[in-house]
């Protein structure tokens, strides 16, 4: 009967695995082919280059996310935020601790009911405020959805300038946060907990269930994680798309440039209201670079959107006092329009 | 028995204490089924990762929703 399963399961990732490999490299002409052929539209028409670009961005994308959220998922199982705290608070780091709470917050699925939790969690373990705030940076910037979508709609190269300047801001932003004593700002009862903070070594214990155990739960959350977003995919392309269409070429440009000063500044103050998620926002963003903006702009834009919103204030109202809600937020603003600048003058 | 689920009211939360429900009723076991949704109360189960599953005072399940099948073993 166990098995049995097993060799099930083996079996589904052996068979399922390759075939969506074998789709996504083949997407293009399938896609091609669908609209061209079977539909059929003609490729001259912009209605049928919009409906091509709209299939094949939607399903690239969705097979990203799946198999993102997976391995992610699959990490997580296996080191989960318990295991990282107990590697937090019991070996000496000499500063890499910041940079493996911001490494973990990129590759941990990002949830902003967890984050409370998560905090509490670090401050109870007597981790430093700072170390803490790393996490907190990195979590929402870099996460399973802002990947896919960036791998699928920029390529790898700028998905890995996205994502790794998203962890060097979290380290860069903790540091210095952790800089300032801001422990008198905590909510009095965070501080209650902080001043009872033991270190519980060895606490964390491994599941002891299988790997095909687990395996099925961790593909199904994959996917619920898909299902979750695709709406919001399949409206952020969809607009993305028609502006490709009707938004003049360099539309942006005149007020976005690189040689406008005050274009980073400009662009991460109006994003911060936004409050999208990342599905929604990389399609549009994708829109602004085709028509001349600036990467590094669009990037801090995208981070801005992500990173600072009003729901996350207002859930760390729990555990911090305004002033220390206004510093944080106050901090990664100014950390955007400096790594916007950095950017736009390296590229 | 006891039976408690962790959760600060994110939608996974509420698809745990629904699968819990339907799994006690299933094994047609009496439990006393209680949501904990403040913060300062489920901090001191000292889990970092909601939803979360306690019974009789354990922490059985953290940070996912399991199936139903499990859940059953569980209890």
């Known amino acids: 009967m ?34 061209y052929q079977i539909l059929p539209l003609s490729s001259e028409s912009h209605f049928g280059q919009a409906i091509n670009f709209f299939l094949y961005d939607t399903i690239k994308i969705v097979i990203l996310l799946f198999l993102i959220s997976s391995l992610m998922g699959l990490v997580n199982a296996y080191f989960p935020v318990e295991r990282l705290r107990v590697y937090l608070t019991t070996k000496k780091m000499y500063g890499l601790q910041y940079f493996f709470a911001s490494f973990f917050g990129a590759i941990t699925p ?22 803490t705030f790393a996490y907190l940076i990195t979590s929402p910037l870099v996460n399973e959805v802002a990947v896919a979508m960036f791998l699928g709609l920029f390529g790898w190269k700028a998905t890995l300038i996205y994502a790794g300047s998203g962890i060097l801001l979290g380290m860069i932003g903790g540091y210095i946060l952790g800089k300032f004593k801001l422990d008198r700002y905590l909510s009095d009862w965070v501080k209650q907990i902080q001043q ?23 593909i199904k959350d994959g996917w619920g994680i898909v299902q979750k977003v695709l709406l919001y995919i399949i409206i952020g392309i969809a607009i ?12 942006f ?22 409050y999208a998620n990342a599905a929604g926002i990389v399609p549009v963003i994708q829109v602004f670079v085709a028509k001349g903006v600036p990467l590094g702009t669009a990037i801090a834009f995208m981070m801005a959107v992500v990173g600072l919103s009003l729901p996350e204030a207002t859930l760390l109202k729990k555990v911090m006092q305004w002033k220390l809600i206004g510093i ?4 990664i603003t100014l950390f955007i329009i400096l790594l916007g600048y950095l950017f736009n003058w390296i590229i | 028995m006891e039976i408690k689920v962790l959760g600060t009211g994110c939608a996974k939360c509420t698809s745990l204490e629904d699968v819990t429900r339907k799994a006690v009723e299933e094994k047609g076991i009496s439990a006393n089924i209680e949501k904990v949704e403040d913060i300062m109360q489920i901090m001191t189960y000292g889990v970092m990762t909601t939803p979360a599953l306690v019974i009789d005072g354990k922490v059985v399940v953290k940070g996912r929703v399991p199936s139903l099948e499990e859940i059953k073993e569980l209890l």
């Not at chain 1, 166990?2 to 399938?30: D, F, N, V």
Request: aromatic share 14%; net charge negative.
């Open chain 1, 196 to 218: 009872n903070a033991h270190i519980e070594a060895g606490r964390w214990e491994g599941e002891r269930r299988s790997f095909f155990d687990r395996l099925p739960a961790i």
């Open chain 1, 240 to 251: 993305g798309a028609t502006m490709h269409g009707y938004v003049p070429e360099n539309f």
């Open chain 1, 110 to 131: 990002f949830c902003s009911c967890s984050s409370i939790p998560l905090f509490i969690g670090f401050v109870q373990g007597g981790i430093p405020l700072g170390v």
């Open chain 1, 328 to 331: 944080f937020f106050g901090t």
């Open chain 1, 253 to 274: 440009t005149e007020y976005l440039s690189e040689d406008k000063w005050y274009a980073i500044p400009l662009a991460v103050i109006l994003a911060v209201p936004l």
């Open chain 1, 2 to 35: 166990e098995q049995q399963r097993k060799l099930k399961w083996m079996g589904a990732i052996i068979i399922i695995l390759p075939s969506l490999l074998a789709l996504y490299t083949h997407l293009q002409s399938l896609i091609d082919y669908f609209t």
